[in-house]
């Protein structure tokens, strides 16, 4: 009897390791590997770098927005800002959390509740809460801009 507990539990936990994953919190968490280029922004800036790039680890739980290894090269200068954007694949959408002013590439940044705005503007959820499920379901993006391309010169889609 024993034999077949241990065998029911050790499938338990093997199926349980198949479902998800945890954040280092112990949350589940859903983990995005994004890749910005210059083609994805919109409307594309025609003096972005011709090498422009980035990518970025994304990863959303319960609470918090974590943003690992987020790196770029080949701008048309330096980076002036970077944000968290709403917006489906090929639409500009506003800015919903942002990272410091001239950031450098390789930031990482975790945000949470008190990240979001306190006013959302009104295509925005009301709270950090409702952007989540936003994120998870590919609803927002990663942009990095520069004095030349000030409404984005490269972007990402973030989610599946």
């Known amino acids: 009897m024993h034999a077949r507990l241990a065998s029911w539990f050790s499938a338990g936990a093997l199926f349980a390791l198949g479902c998800g994953s945890s954040d280092k919190t112990g949350m589940m968490a859903h983990t995005f590997a994004v890749t910005l280029t210059a083609n994805q922004e919109n409307p594309r800036c025609p ?66 509740a008190a990240d979001y705005p306190t006013m959302p503007m009104p295509d925005q959820p009301p709270n950090f809460d409702g952007l989540l499920p936003l994120i998870r379901g590919g609803g ?15 972007r990402g889609q973030i989610g599946p």
């Open 47 to 112: 003096d972005a770098g011709p090498t422009a790039a980035g990518s970025a680890t994304v990863i959303v739980n319960d609470t918090q927005v974590i943003v690992n290894d987020f790196t770029w090269s080949g701008l048309s200068g330096p980076a002036t800002a970077a944000h968290v954007h709403l917006g489906q694949a090929n639409v500009a959408g506003s800015i919903v959390l942002t990272f410091a002013l001239n950031p450098q590439s390789g930031i990482s940044k975790t945000f949470v």
């Open 140 to 154: 927002t993006y990663l942009n990095v801009h520069t004095s030349i391309c000030s409404a984005g010169e490269i």
